[in-house]
């Protein structure tokens, strides 16, 4: 089950979602196979340090994010990977490595591919490294309301 912050999140919000169990997996590629999602249409959620302050970039499992192209569409001078100790207190209910891309609810702001708004859904880490949650893309714009943006140059698998 989600956490109860999400819950509360998507309850307020008057979001319908799925909530996807699965056996515990660690990578986004591993969630993605042991929740029998494809890799593309799994969205994995990146912390990244924008002239030192965190953000949230979100895009397809299947590929990876392209820190030169996060510079270029944010303005930011500097960009870089944040390391779990940069951002685990901002998540306190979730678990190491499975942030929802609500960073919004987190004090963070979101950055989305452009690729994913291909898809009718999104799925999702719910917190947990045993469940996921799927729920329309549309709804997943109307309340985290994310800057769309392209993040990444790979071709979607």
Known sequence: ????????????????????????????????????????????????????????????????????LVREVTGAERVELANEADFAAHFPECEPGAMPPFGNLYGMPVYVDEHLREDREITFNAGTHRELIRMTFRDFVRIVAPKLVPLTMGVRA
Do not use: N, W
């Not at 340090?49 to 590929?63: F, I, Q, W």
């Open 1 to 68: 089950m989600p956490t109860r912050r999400i819950q509360r999140f998507l309850h307020d919000h008057g979001v319908k979602y799925v909530t996807i169990s699965h056996s515990p997996a660690f990578t986004s590629q591993e969630i993605a196979a042991a929740a029998h999602v494809c890799g593309k249409d799994f969205a994995k959620s990146v912390v990244v340090k924008l002239d030192g302050r965190l953000a949230l970039a979100v895009v397809p499992a299947s590929v990876k994010i392209d820190l030169a």
